[in-house]
């Protein structure tokens, strides 16, 4: 497709509808071919404006921006627009691959979407001017952070066997580094558990193109502002956490999880936002297992002690948290500095008999509420929110097989978003709040953007995104 047919295609008209009466903010985005891929992103409007999206069709990336019209008065949230922009389209300088993710950042002091392709980076600028190849290695998976703490968005990526980075300079250049990680000393086994924590790590995508049992993770361990890497070897149970630098990589520390086990998804996270680095172990727990009634997922959490190689503090979990099992919501979100647990727990105290008479019904009344992870002396304690969601859920027979209608959403509002049959319904402690859905809509996620969590809802085989401000 030409440059000149792709914007003609860019002159077609962005509908951008407003939600009627009480409810969340809800826009809606069209687009003159089916996209793929998704990013809402601030742009130069202001925290309460509606965000640009992002979205990308193979090589193209269109960016759509709603307009800032007189706002209606009878509509309740004046921030909401009245009219739209048609999205431009930008034939991406990608060498091989179309992206697999998309990402909002900053790029030369400016707001960006970095599309991140197998062993590539383009950074796009929402504001105008063309985008520009900015890392390349063959088999890296590329993910977006700040790693030097400096206000500007770094690149940082594994290929299963190394770490990579590239950190971004005043003139939006990004200097290269990289470290080969030991090798691990057997052939890795087969990926044992699919739940995966933090969406901000590469491992999923590294593992289906490597036989290495590296996993890699982006987070600020110490609360000084920058990412630090975590390279976690599953089979040795050995993280070690390093802080890229100009000059390379440098050692931070060690710490041996070993004592973990092999089940589950163990990882280190600053969960209470303290400046302290915990253990924790996300796990699977079938119905029989631990007393476990329905599958639920089970939070332990080990504060870690020691010199040289830090170790997991103690045999037992200083915390643990569980929730019914709900196919694709993972239950750890982040809220603010630190992050929140999602607890959901059937509704009605019943027996354990009852219990899992109603689950093979085909359905559960749940309750939801949130925890979030405070600091103490002795680790982190967790802080309830007042309140609890109410929602039903389709039971999970077998847990590792399903493919759920929910998403878990963070931010200032942590809760859980269900997708019903016409519907979009999105609870969370303060109440329930329903959007219209249209048939064979797919609930793609939630994402951060200009002060708000939005929901995102792929529709019309991907020709539309509606969007919910959450």
Same mark, same amino acid.
């Given at each position: 497709?030409?440059?000149?047919?792709?914007?003609?295609?860019?002159?077609?008209?962005?509908?951008?509808?407003?939600?009627?009466?009480?409810?969340?903010?809800?826009?809606?985005?069209?687009?003159?071919?089916?996209?793929?891929?998704?990013?809402?992103?601030?742009?130069?409007?202001?925290?309460?404006?509606?965000?640009?999206?992002?979205?990308?069709?193979?090589?193209?990336?269109?960016?759509?921006?709603?307009?800032?019209?007189?706002?209606?008065?009878?509509?309740?949230?004046?921030?909401?627009?009245?009219?739209?922009?048609?999205?431009?389209?930008?034939?991406?300088?990608?060498?091989?691959?179309?992206?697999?993710?998309?990402?909002?950042?900053?790029?030369?002091?400016?707001?960006?979407?970095?599309?991140?392709?197998?062993?590539?980076?383009?950074?796009?600028?929402?504001?105008?001017?063309?985008?520009?190849?900015?890392?390349?290695?063959?088999?890296?998976?590329?993910?977006?952070?700040?790693?030097?703490?400096?206000?500007?968005?770094?690149?940082?990526?594994?290929?299963?066997?190394?770490?990579?980075?590239?950190?971004?300079?005043?003139?939006?250049?990004?200097?290269?580094?990289?470290?080969?990680?030991?090798?691990?000393?057997?052939?890795?086994?087969?990926?044992?558990?699919?739940?995966?924590?933090?969406?901000?790590?590469?491992?999923?995508?590294?593992?289906?193109?490597?036989?290495?049992?590296?996993?890699?993770?982006?987070?600020?361990?110490?609360?000084?502002?920058?990412?630090?890497?975590?390279?976690?070897?599953?089979?040795?149970?050995?993280?070690?956490?390093?802080?890229?630098?100009?000059?390379?990589?440098?050692?931070?520390?060690?710490?041996?999880?070993?004592?973990?086990?092999? @089940?589950? %998804? *163990? !990882?280190?996270?600053?969960?209470? #936002?303290?400046? =302290? /680095?915990?253990? &924790? +172990?996300?796990? $699977?727990?079938?119905?029989?297992?631990?007393?476990?009634?329905?599958?639920?997922? @089970?939070? %332990? *959490? !080990?504060?870690?002690?020691?010199? #040289?190689?830090? =170790? /997991?503090?103690? &045999? +037992?979990?200083? $915390?643990?948290?569980?929730?019914?099992?709900?196919?694709?919501?993972?239950?750890?979100?982040?809220?603010?500095?630190?992050?929140?647990?999602?607890?959901?727990?059937?509704?009605?105290? &019943?027996?354990?008999?009852?219990?899992?008479?109603?689950?093979?019904?085909?359905?559960?009344?749940?309750?939801?509420?949130?925890?979030?992870?405070?600091?103490?002396?002795?680790?982190?304690?967790?802080?309830?929110?007042?309140?609890?969601?109410?929602?039903?859920?389709?039971?999970?027979?077998?847990?590792?097989?399903?493919?759920?209608?929910?998403?878990?959403?963070?931010?200032?509002?942590?809760?859980?978003?269900?997708?019903?049959?016409?519907?979009?319904?999105?609870?969370?402690?303060?109440?329930?709040?329903?959007?219209?859905?249209?048939?064979?809509?797919?609930?793609?996620?939630?994402?951060?953007?200009?002060?708000?969590?939005?929901?995102?809802?792929?529709?019309?085989?991907?020709?539309?995104?509606?969007?919910?401000?959450?």
């Amino acid at each position: 497709m030409t440059r000149r047919a792709l914007l003609t295609l860019a002159a077609l008209l962005l509908l951008c509808a407003p939600a009627r009466g009480q409810g969340p903010s809800v826009l809606r985005w069209t687009f003159p071919e089916p996209v793929e891929r998704l990013a809402p992103a601030a742009g130069s409007g202001g925290p309460d404006a509606p965000p640009l999206m992002a979205a990308t069709a193979g090589r193209v990336l269109y960016v759509a921006r709603p307009d800032l019209a007189a706002p209606d008065p009878a509509r309740p949230d004046p921030a909401q627009p009245d009219a739209a922009a048609p999205p431009l389209a930008r034939l991406l300088p990608l060498a091989a691959a179309a992206p697999e993710a998309l990402q909002a950042g900053t790029w030369r002091g400016a707001p960006a979407i970095f599309c991140l392709a197998p062993g590539e980076a383009v950074a796009v600028p929402l504001e105008g001017g063309e985008g520009r190849s900015v890392a390349r290695a063959p088999g890296m998976v590329w993910r977006v952070a700040d790693l030097d703490g400096d206000g500007r968005d770094d690149l940082w990526g594994t290929d299963g066997r190394s770490l990579a980075a590239a950190l971004q300079d005043a003139d939006g250049g990004f200097l290269p580094v990289r470290l080969d990680l030991p090798a691990p000393p057997a052939p890795a086994p087969a990926r044992r558990e699919a739940w995966r924590v933090s969406a901000g790590r590469a491992a999923e995508a590294v593992q289906a193109r490597s036989e290495a049992s590296f996993r890699v993770w982006a987070d600020d361990l110490d609360g000084d502002g920058a990412a630090e890497l975590t390279a976690l070897d599953e089979q040795a149970g050995t993280a070690r956490v390093y802080r890229a630098e100009r000059g390379g990589f440098r050692p931070l520390f060690a710490a041996d999880l070993a004592a973990l086990g092999a @089940a589950g %998804d *163990v !990882f280190l996270l600053d969960l209470d #936002g303290d400046g =302290r /680095a915990e253990a &924790a +172990r996300l796990r $699977l727990l079938a119905p029989g297992e631990e007393g476990a009634v329905l599958p639920m997922l @089970a939070l %332990d *959490v !080990f504060p870690l002690s020691g010199s #040289g190689p830090l =170790r /997991a503090a103690g &045999a +037992r979990p200083a $915390l643990r948290l569980t929730t019914v099992f709900a196919p694709e919501a993972e239950p750890l979100v982040r809220a603010g500095p630190g992050w929140a647990f999602l607890a959901l727990a059937p509704r009605l105290p &019943a027996s354990a008999g009852e219990t899992a008479r109603l689950a093979a019904g085909g359905e559960l009344e749940l309750s939801l509420r949130v925890a979030r992870f405070v600091p103490s002396p002795d680790g982190p304690a967790v802080s309830w929110d007042a309140g609890a969601g109410r929602l039903t859920l389709p039971a999970a027979a077998d847990p590792r097989l399903a493919a759920g209608p929910c998403r878990a959403a963070g931010g200032a509002r942590p809760g859980v978003a269900v997708r019903g049959e016409g519907r979009l319904l999105l609870v969370s402690p303060r109440g329930a709040a329903e959007i219209p859905a249209r048939p064979g809509a797919f609930l793609l996620g939630s994402a951060e953007a200009a002060g708000r969590s939005w929901l995102l809802l792929r529709e019309d085989g991907g020709r539309s995104v509606r969007g919910a401000a959450w």
